[in-house]
C-alpha cells in the first residue's frame, strides 16, 4: 500500500463527518410546507366546492304560511268584529229610522238618525232633547221620537198655543211657523206636574203629533236614548 491510500481515506472520512447531520457544519433545510389537496382532510376547502368571491349571507326565503293558519286568523278577525259591532249597538249608538212626520219640520220621514244610548246613563235628560222612546201602549209609531219639553217637578202647561213651564212661557224656536201657527196647533194641554223620573216630551208638528199630551209623561227607563244627529239622507245633514 502506498503513502498516498491512507491519506486519501482520512480525506474521505472528513468529508463523511462533514455531510453528517449531527455535525456542526451540516447544511439544514427548512421543511416543505405541506400543501392541502381536496379530499385529503387539511385546511383548504373540501372538493368539488366553488368560492364566491361575495360573502353577503344570502336572504332567508320566507316560509310560506299555511291555510288552515291564515283562515282561523280571518275567522277571528272576523268575530271580533262582530262581536264589538253587537256591543257598540246594544250599548253605546244605535241607528235608528224615522217614521212618521211628528217631528216635522226637525226630522221628515225615513230619515236616520244616530241614537247615544249612554247619554241617560251618564246624566238626566235635558229640555229640548230629542230622545227616541220604547214603544209605547196607544202610540201609532213603533219607537217613538219626541222633544223633551218638561222635567221631573215641573208643572207643564199647553193653551192658546203657547207652552208654559211653571207658569212662564217658553220660548221654542226649533218649531217651524209654517208648520205650528196660532190657529193649527193641536191639542191643549191643562197644568200637570211631572212626576219623578219622567219627563214630559211633545213632537215639533204639534197639530200631528200623538205624545205626552196624549199618552203622559215619559219615564227614564223608556227612554232609548237621545239623538244627536241626522246620518241620512245626505241633504238633510245635521246635529240635533
Not at 246594544?90 to 235608528?96: E, H, N, P, T
Not at 211653571?166 to 200637570?192: F, H, I, K, W
Request: with cysteine; charged share 25%.
Amino acid at each position: 500500500m502506498s503513502d498516498d491510500e491512507p491519506r486519501r481515506s482520512t480525506q474521505i472520512d472528513a468529508l463523511m463527518n462533514k455531510l453528517s447531520p449531527d455535525h456542526p457544519g451540516h447544511p439544514l433545510e427548512e421543511p416543505a410546507t405541506p400543501v392541502a389537496r381536496p379530499g385529503d382532510g387539511g385546511g383548504g376547502p373540501p372538493a368539488n366546492t366553488t368560492l364566491d368571491d361575495d360573502d353577503t349571507a344570502p336572504a332567508p326565503v320566507p316560509r310560506r304560511r299555511k291555510r288552515g293558519n291564515a283562515f282561523a286568523e280571518w275567522i277571528i278577525v272576523i268575530g271580533v268584529a262582530v262581536s264589538a259591532a253587537l256591543l257598540v249597538r246594544a250599548f253605546v249608538l244605535q241607528q235608528f229610522k224615522v217614521d212618521g212626520y211628528s217631528m216635522i219640520s226637525t226630522l221628515h220621514d225615513g230619515d236616520r238618525v244616530l241614537v247615544n244610548k249612554l247619554s241617560y246613563r251618564l246624566h238626566d235628560p235635558r229640555r229640548g232633547d230629542v230622545v227616541v222612546v220604547k214603544t209605547i201602549d196607544g202610540a201609532s209609531e213603533r219607537d217613538l221620537i219626541k222633544r223633551v219639553i218638561a222635567l221631573p217637578g215641573e208643572t207643564v202647561e199647553y193653551r192658546s198655543c203657547i207652552l208654559y213651564i211653571d207658569g212662564r212661557e217658553l220660548v221654542e224656536p226649533y218649531l217651524d211657523p209654517a208648520v205650528v201657527t196660532s190657529t193649527s196647533c193641536g191639542e191643549p194641554q191643562s197644568p200637570r206636574v211631572i212626576p219623578d223620573d219622567a219627563v214630559f216630551v211633545m213632537g215639533d208638528n204639534r197639530p200631528g203629533s200623538k205624545d205626552s199630551r196624549v199618552l203622559g209623561p215619559i219615564t227614564y227607563s223608556d227612554l232609548i236614548g237621545r239623538a244627536f244627529v241626522v246620518i241620512w239622507p245626505a241633504g238633510d245633514w245635521s246635529w240635533l
